[in-house]
């Protein structure tokens, strides 16, 4: 199969996942009409209808559906079957996607790391949220991860790491540095971390729990934001402990909540957790496992 025929099922997978020609067209960066005319070549090399219409909308006929289900096999053994030709050197391109606190705090460490065991590596960084960080590893888009753990079962072609527990925490300015936690989002006003995020809605779980209404006066979708408002004396944040950086520079001191009751007595706060994610099928997952231990030499 030629580099071109993957790219049209690499294509053909992204018209599919979103249901829409022009949407997938507008991602990959193509025309509309460039990505029908590739349709139509994978129809006319596979010798079947891949794609039904309905309104502006697309989806899989049932031969379409069967590719769709080998496809993305198919580029992992084509990104492995490159990968082991050129095996001779370690040079080549390591795709990682990360979350951006972990960017802004430990990546750039890790990164020096990495790069002094593997100078003829190429990185290329994507930033993002987890869920579509995760849809273009299994995709092929990318090859290893720094995100947080996904709520769901992970297939077993997708390894999980735990590099660290981030437990939330209380922000509040130098001034405030010996009042109580719980009494500062009592009665200042809270800066939130944004509830459609996972830490974000961690933070809500946990106001719920120990009957606090807090005040609030805005919502954002960045934890280093956060931290930049309260340095200001916007008021008060809660988020996920992503480490110094939150504080460095800033008139910004990092609390710790307190314990929390359980049935088997305290209990740490809530948390959550940040690793590494690759696939075990990936010629790459050999870079994964570096990078994973320069992590884990980096964070301790």
């Known amino acids: 199969m030629c580099e071109m025929d993957v790219r049209y099922i690499h294509n053909f997978l992204r018209v599919v996942d979103t249901g829409s020609m022009s949407e997938a067209a507008r991602q990959l960066d193509l025309s509309p009409s460039a990505i029908a005319q590739q349709m139509r070549v994978l129809e006319g090399e596979l010798g079947a209808p891949l794609l039904v219409r309905h309104g502006r909308s697309v989806r899989a006929t049932e031969a379409g559906e069967r590719l769709f289900e080998r496809g993305r096999q198919l580029l992992q053994d084509f990104e492995g079957l490159r990968e082991w030709v050129a095996s001779d050197t370690d040079g080549g391109e390591l795709r990682l996607g990360t979350v951006n606190t972990a960017l802004h705090g430990f990546v750039p460490a890790v990164m020096r790391a990495f790069v002094a065991r593997h100078a003829e590596v190429r990185i290329s960084v994507r ?23 996904p709520s769901f079962d992970l297939p077993k072609t997708v390894c999980w790491a735990e590099l660290r527990q981030e437990p939330l925490v209380v922000l509040c300015r130098a001034r405030d540095a010996q ?5 500062l989002l009592r009665t200042r006003p809270l800066v939130r971390y944004d509830r459609s995020l996972a830490g974000g809605r961690l933070a809500d779980r946990y106001l719920r729990s120990q009957g606090i209404a807090p005040l609030e006066r805005m919502e954002l979708n960045s934890v280093l934001a956060v931290a930049m408002m309260v340095d200001q004396g916007l008021g008060v944040g809660l988020v996920p402990d992503i480490g110094p950086v939150l504080s460095q520079g800033r008139d910004v001191r990092v609390l710790a909540l307190p314990d929390q009751a359980g049935g088997e007595g305290p209990r740490p706060a809530d948390a959550r957790k940040v690793g590494l994610l690759w696939l075990n099928t990936s010629a790459r997952a050999r870079w994964a496992r570096s990078l994973l231990e320069c992590a884990r030499e980096c964070l301790g």
């Not at 009042?179 to 009494?183: E, G, S, T």
Request: proline share 7%; charged share 15%.
């Open 127 to 149: 930033a993002g949220l987890t869920p579509e960080l995760y849809t273009a590893l299994v995709q092929s888009e990318l090859d290893v991860l720094i995100c947080l753990q």
């Open 179 to 183: 009042q109580d936690p719980l009494a």
